[in-house]
């Protein structure tokens, strides 16, 4: 098993002044409005707890996994829900907080299918964003970082598991033949 850590993208101090600096944005936007934040898991569960705990509107937070069908380990688009939401969304301000917007395929998903549930509205916010990989059209009302086309772990982002509690971002190195 190898304990190398992978080489830094994001500091720990990049990311932590940008999830001040959208806090900020989105509690001035939400000002007076309670904001429902929809977590996907895993990957979003350590930027939601810094943001929601810089936010200074009300907030309520659920979580709901989806997993992607078929044997290829690429986001094929054809999306499961394995654990849904427990709140209604009817009414509320919803904000679906995601760590990586790649293809846009599991979000466009995830927001078509919550866009039934009649909340008031609905917003994006993701902790990085590679528009490089782009398949279908959606974009983030809220976006941390545009990082390049590497695979990234840390900050809630995994390679098969691994490197979600690093505090910073970092990317898996492609092995070469040389
Ligand atoms: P998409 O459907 O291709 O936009 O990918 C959605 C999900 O794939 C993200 O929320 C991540 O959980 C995962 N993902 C995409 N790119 C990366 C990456 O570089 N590192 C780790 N996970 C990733």
């Given at each position: 098993m190898t304990t190398s850590l992978p080489p830094i993208l994001i500091t720990e101090r990049a990311i932590q002044q940008r999830v001040s600096e959208l806090a900020r944005q989105i509690s001035a936007d939400y000002h007076d409005r309670?904001?429902?934040?929809?977590?996907?898991?895993?990957?979003?569960?350590?930027?939601?707890a810094d943001l929601a705990r810089r936010l200074t509107v009300p907030v309520i937070i659920d979580f709901m996994t989806v997993s992607s069908y078929g044997a290829s380990t690429k986001t094929s688009g054809v999306v499961k829900i394995v654990l849904d939401l427990k709140c209604p969304l009817e009414n509320r301000d919803v904000l679906v907080v995601e760590d990586i917007l790649d293809t846009g395929l599991t979000l466009k998903y995830i927001v078509d299918s919550l866009k039934l549930r009649r909340p008031r509205s609905l917003k994006i916010v993701a902790l990085m964003d590679k528009p490089a990989r782009r398949k279908v059209s959606i974009k983030a009302d809220y976006v941390g970082f545009e990082v390049p086309d590497k695979f990234v772990v840390g900050y809630g982002a995994d390679c098969a598991e691994r490197f979600r509690n690093l505090p910073y971002v970092g990317y898996i190195e492609e092995e070469n033949d040389g």
């Open positions: 309670e904001v429902l934040l929809v977590g996907i898991l895993k990957g979003s569960w350590v930027f939601l």
